[in-house]
């Protein structure tokens, strides 16, 4: 076993994390340096802190390797009390910075959340602290013996045990240690107790003809006998001196209250602490063959002795501390709680008169055969109806019902509520709890932190039945929000795959999208590969997180008659920087991946901005076809091809007329005789019709393939617009080139095709402004054909008046 106080944390854990979850393939690692990759400023918390967080999974996920929780528990303690050290020892630089109050909040809050893995490293396992070879007990040779067994058959009271010395052991700090020396360098050592007085009896100024106010008689309790006082310093020393006893035995130091009494004359007191002893003699369990006699140890009176100590630690006459010791030797909470100043010594009061009731009862139970009628009457009296009996279960419902306010509000703080559940190994309270202050708003690092972690014990371990998943989901969940919000990356995906596998892909597609650039996401896609997070449901749900709501609407004169591209915003980018993972990450003939360029072409078209088009177009191979999609996808992927290139034949399209509006400017500004606009008339009036003659008309789905898709009447709705919106556009712009390089006949031509019924009627796509614009467009084509077909003729009547 480790000790906690002693161990020196010398950066052994600062390695890369492994898991039991996943076999290592290559030698990348997530997590190769020593300090977490975060670039963001945490106002009043110690680096130390911050590098608690990977020393937290470092040590998880070296339990996950060599699965000694047992282990892992202590070093959740080691590190965090190793995290206090060093906070501690930078407060007084903090105090000169200006930055006390936060930083002191800070420390204490770590304080806590050490005391609380304290506590859980004793109580997770009591069993494994208590003896386990025990001999069976011999009549009337020892008590203690008879406690052991009664310990291996009672959790409830390993529990109590457990909990007492961990109490005694937060209890026991360095400013408790100096406070107790200071206290106890007051007292001078002593032969006799009331030195003081006795002195003044005996001194030659005494005047037996005066009254005398003082004692006259050495028994401890002469002082309500004779119902005189002590000498005002011996008065005073006594207090002091039961006071300091009472600290001592608050933190478990027995001896040492024992030797103090001794060494100050108080042998008397001595004497009774040394009474409350469970009686063992070690000479029945010795061999026959040996010669040693060993002492008998403890009280073998002590069921009698206990009834005394009841009846002392009521008598009001007695001063404050010492009924209070009285009280924590038999077990009586009454005389306890006028010393409790906080809600540990509350709790400590209430377990340590819980574990002496149940002593006393086991040990009258053990002996009821040897004792007399009149003792059992009375002893049994005593216990059924004189004594406050207490239980683990209840203890902390009657502490909330006798303390004051201030100690109630202590004992409702988080981690005070998380460690009573922890104590009741009440896990599904537990958890209930953790969320109700994650909802309230209480929450902090240290709460966080330490929630999380026991959730992920107790989850591994399977300590409940009944685990509540939802609520462990939501616990981790929260946590590793925490941890993005911090931007300790490289602890994100570690955490992420402790959540079920149908819950990794969401939280993985979240922490995506908080990264500022494609080299951080590859990065840690790779690091989530490694963790065997589902990589291709996460970038799916990234790309659906990126997608935005856009409103389509057919009416929009502007569009109609632009071919210009509009620039792409920061939301555009990042959908395309989506898809480029998508393309990188998955396969490139991924029938998933092409569906979502689809759709965020499908928005950069309503929007006229043609680059987006062109850089999602460029993420896949130019020969994309059925064959390169995968077999069993092959059958769903028609419609999602023909969409797909149906996009690059828009595209092309546009370029060509764009291509063929510069070469017309440029010719009627250089009045070139030359005309490269008509060489390359062909290439447009080729693209064009690509896209009006189309395979079952443009973005047209003649299957039912999509109707079981999820936004199947959305994308039907879109395509809808974006052809009433996009061939009407297109037609328009071919027509002004017609008519602008006075080409009547492909005019017509376009005409005919738009209004024929093999070919959709594409006609019927156009808004009345739209026809009335193409309808001038043929009108202007018309009349240039009849003046030309007129000024043929003219020309023909010439030439025959001449020939005659």
Request: hydrophobic content about 35%; overall charge negative; some cysteine.
């Amino acid at each position: 076993m480790m000790n906690i106080e002693s161990t020196v944390m010398d950066g052994s854990f600062c390695q890369p994390l492994e898991s039991t979850r996943l076999t290592r393939t290559t030698n990348w690692s997530p997590n190769n340096d020593t300090t977490i990759r975060s670039s963001k400023s945490i106002p009043c918390i110690t680096k130390s802190e911050q590098q608690l967080y990977k020393l937290y999974a470092q040590a998880l996920a070296d339990s996950e390797v060599t699965q000694d929780w047992s282990n892992w528990v202590e070093m959740m303690a080691i590190n965090c009390q190793k995290c206090c050290s060093e906070a501690e020892i930078s407060h007084p630089i903090a105090f000169r910075t200006g930055r006390q109050p936060q930083l002191s909040r800070n420390i204490r809050m770590l304080q806590v959340e050490r005391d609380s893995w304290l506590l859980w490293n004793r109580a997770r396992d009591t069993l494994n602290n208590t003896r386990q070879d025990l001999p069976d007990v011999i009549p009337g040779s020892s008590d203690q013996l008879i406690i052991e067994h009664h310990l291996l058959n009672n959790a409830e009271l390993r529990m109590a045990k457990a909990v007492q010395g961990w109490l005694q052991t937060i209890k026991n700090d360095e400013h408790y240690q100096t406070d107790l020396k200071m206290a106890m360098a007051k007292l001078e050592p002593k032969r006799i107790y009331w030195e003081k007085t006795c002195h003044f009896l005996k001194s030659s100024s005494y005047n037996a003809k005066l009254p005398n106010p003082y004692i006259t008689s050495l028994d401890f309790d002469a002082t309500h006998k004779q119902k005189r006082r002590l000498y005002d310093t011996d008065e005073q020393e006594e207090n002091d001196l039961l006071q300091i006893v009472f600290s001592l035995l608050r933190v478990g130091e027995y001896s040492k209250a024992k030797n103090l009494c001794k060494s100050t004359g108080y042998h008397w007191l001595a004497a009774i602490l040394c009474a409350n002893e469970l009686y063992h003699d070690e000479n029945y369990y010795c061999s026959e063959a040996s010669d040693f006699v060993y002492p008998v140890e403890g009280n073998q009176k002590r069921i009698q002795w206990i009834e005394n100590m009841y009846e002392l630690c009521m008598d009001m006459r007695l001063k404050l501390y010492e009924r209070a010791i009285y009280g924590l030797l038999c077990g009586r909470i009454e005389a306890l709680i006028p010393v409790c100043k906080t809600y540990a010594d509350y709790l400590w009061s209430y377990t340590s008169c819980y574990i002496e009731q149940e002593i006393h009862q086991t040990l009258v139970y053990a002996h009821q055969n040897e004792l007399s009628d009149v003792d059992k009457h009375r002893v049994f009296s005593t216990m059924e109806f004189g004594t406050h009996q207490l239980k683990m279960t209840t203890i902390f419902d009657e502490i909330l019902a006798s303390c004051p306010t201030h100690i109630r509000d202590e004992a409702l703080s988080p981690f005070n509520q998380l460690e009573k559940y922890l104590i009741l190994a009440n896990y599904d309270s537990l958890c209930n709890s953790i969320l109700s202050f994650l909802h309230s708003n209480e929450s902090n690092g240290s709460l966080l932190r330490f929630s999380t972690h026991i959730c992920l014990f107790l989850y591994e371990q399977n300590h409940s039945d009944n685990f509540n998943q939802k609520n462990f989901i939501e616990i981790l969940t929260t946590y590793i929000h925490h941890l993005i919000e911090l931007e300790f990356k490289d602890l994100v995906c570690y955490y992420i795959s402790k959540l079920p596998a149908n819950n990794q892909p969401t939280l993985m597609a979240t922490f995506l999208d908080t990264l500022a650039n494609r080299q951080d996401k590859e990065y840690y896609l790779k690091q989530g590969f490694t963790y065997k997070i589902d990589i291709d449901t996460s970038l799916l749900k990234l790309a659906a997180n990126q997608q935005r709501e856009q409103a389509f609407t057919k009416n929009n004169a502007e569009e109609i008659i632009s071919t210009n591209s509009k620039n792409l915003n920061e939301n555009d980018q990042k959908q395309l920087e989506s898809l480029k993972l998508l393309t990188t990450f998955l396969s490139t003939q991924t029938l998933d991946a092409l569906r979502f360029a689809n759709r965020i072409c499908r928005y950069f078209l309503n929007d006229a901005k043609y680059e987006g088009i062109r850089t999602a177009l460029s993420y896949f191979p130019h020969d994309i076809d059925f064959h390169t999609i995968e077999a069993n996808n092959r059958q769903q992927a028609g419609d999602d091809l023909r969409e797909f290139k149906a996009f690059g034949a828009y595209i092309a399209a546009i370029e060509a007329i764009q291509r063929w509006s510069e070469m017309h400017q440029k010719q009627n500004a250089a009045s070139s005789t030359t005309r490269d606009d008509q060489a390359y008339l062909p290439i447009v009036i080729k693209a064009g019709y690509e896209v009006f003659d189309y395979p079952q008309g443009w973005l047209v789905d003649n299957t039912n393939v999509h109707q079981a898709l999820p936004d199947h009447e959305n994308r039907q709705a879109e395509m809808s617009i974006l052809r009433h919106k996009c061939i009407p556009m297109l037609a328009c712009n071919l027509l002004r080139i017609f008519d602008l390089s006075k080409n009547e006949q492909e005019t017509f031509r376009l005409i005919v095709f738009l209004s024929d019924n093999r070919k959709q009627q594409l006609y019927s796509l156009f808004s009345k402004d739209t026809l009335q614009s193409v309808l001038s467009l043929a009108e202007r084509a018309a009349e240039r054909c009849l003046d030309r077909q007129q000024q043929q003729q003219t020309d023909d009547t010439t030439i025959s008046y001449f020939l005659k």
